[in-house]
């Protein structure tokens, strides 16, 4: 297999020259997560009836992967990034392909498995591969080109669901077994196609856990947390109390997805002026009142209206998020970008295994006090976010820390 250095990357042909390839996998994989995220809720619901315990217990077994994305760190002994990347897409496409074909409760979280291993070891092996291969000065603009990118493959798929689903009268088998096998045979073809690039600086192969970048876990972790109020209620809402149908809910995806398409660069060149510190304390600060709105429409008994407009403005203000990774990128050492992506996926997961099942127990008794919880964690992650400095760098990392830079 042919392994090219990031310069002589440059003499290749555009279309096969490592950002290019960013770019093809930033599309591949909303193809397959996309339409089993946007479908879940009807599918669960419909075909399973499953209640709130039901979806918090499926979130849990979804998010068991991440917590040990710290294994990739041993994966890569003897893999490198890339391959392991384009690998874990293949066996996120076919997980989704089958997810139809086992309609029970066992058969849904062996799939749910088998997807999220394949996302979550893909999602650490690419945080890694751009934070390696994008320069810093160039980082908030990419990435921010990046979210677009696959936000517009997000948007296609929900697109042909929007339009399809009731004309064509689309089974889940259809939409499931199309979208994920797209996902695996771009993986598949970028395998074959695409030679092995080789990162300037050779990263370290083992457990890194370093004190001075602690301020980062710790957003990670809240950030963990949050997320998946957002991705197991939100949506579930919507179904279990508005009964929005799967056109319906995949409508408002659309909405989110085409906010991030014309918004994601530049939503990178602000971060690129203002600074992370800023913007992530502007993401936090508008979750805690989006969440707080969220309990009110339980509260308050607000309409579908408001529920559907909070719903696109929670889903915007996550897309704030990658200031965390340039964040983290300037003040990493690049050797330690691979194993502090996989610890920091782990961290970003301690909270998300246990989180789904113990909130949808507490849903049963009290929906509006989800979102409350879920506010503050958000003030949280305001709190720790005023401790990032305005210019980080090593040795910079929060308000606290002085100029030199620990080995530890």
């Not at 300037?200 to 457990?207: E, I, R, W």
């Not at 200031?323 to 998300?352: G, M």
């Amino acid at each position: 297999m042919q392994i090219v250095t990031l310069l002589d990357a440059q003499k290749l042909s555009l279309w096969r020259r490592p950002i290019f390839l960013l770019f093809v996998m930033a599309a591949a994989m909303p193809v397959a997560f996309s339409t089993w995220y946007a479908l879940l809720n009807n599918f669960v619901v419909e075909v399973a009836s499953f209640d709130g315990a039901d979806i918090g217990l499926l979130h849990t077994i979804r998010e068991i992967p991440g917590f040990f994305a710290v294994g990739v760190i041993f994966v890569i002994i003897f893999m490198r990034e890339q391959l392991l990347g384009l690998l874990s897409l293949v066996l996120l496409g076919a997980a989704t392909a089958f997810t139809a074909w086992f309609p029970q409760m066992g058969g849904i979280l062996a799939l749910t498995m088998l997807s999220s291993i394949g996302f979550h070891y893909y999602e650490t092996v690419n945080q890694s591969l751009q934070l390696q291969w994008i320069p810093k000065h160039r980082a908030p603009q990419l990435l921010g080109w990046l979210l677009a990118m696959g936000s517009a493959a997000s948007l296609v798929a929900f697109g042909v669901i929007v339009v399809t689903w009731e004309w064509l009268n689309l089974s889940f088998n259809f939409a499931y077994m199309v979208s994920g096998g797209i996902t695996a045979g771009i993986a598949i073809f970028c395998i074959l196609i695409y030679p092995q690039f080789q990162s300037p600086t050779p990263q370290h192969k083992s457990l890194i856990f370093r004190k001075r970048y602690w301020l980062y876990y710790a957003l990670q972790f809240m950030a963990g947390a949050r997320r998946q109020i957002f991705m197991v209620f939100a949506g579930f809402m919507m179904v279990e109390r508005f009964g929005f149908h799967v056109h319906e809910l995949t409508g408002l995806y659309l909405a989110n997805l085409l906010l991030n398409m014309l918004l994601g660069p530049l939503i990178g060149k602000a971060i690129g002026y203002f600074g992370e510190r800023n913007t992530l304390i502007l993401e936090y600060f508008g979750l805690a009142l989006v969440f707080l709105a969220y309990g009110g429409v339980y509260l308050f008994s607000w309409g579908a209206i408001i529920a559907s407009a909070l719903f696109v403005i929670d889903h915007l203000f996550f897309s704030f998020a990658f200031a965390l990774k340039t964040y983290f990128q300037k003040i990493a050492d690049p050797a330690d970008i691979a194993p502090t992506a996989a610890v920091a996926f782990t961290i970003n997961h301690i909270a998300a295994v246990g989180l789904p099942l113990a909130m949808g127990l507490v849903w049963l008794a009290s929906p509006s006090l989800v979102f409350v919880i879920a506010a503050i964690m958000a003030v949280i992650s305001l709190a720790l976010a005023f401790l990032i400095p305005r210019n980080p760098l090593p040795g910079y990392e929060t308000i606290f820390a002085g100029h030199s830079v620990s080995a530890n």
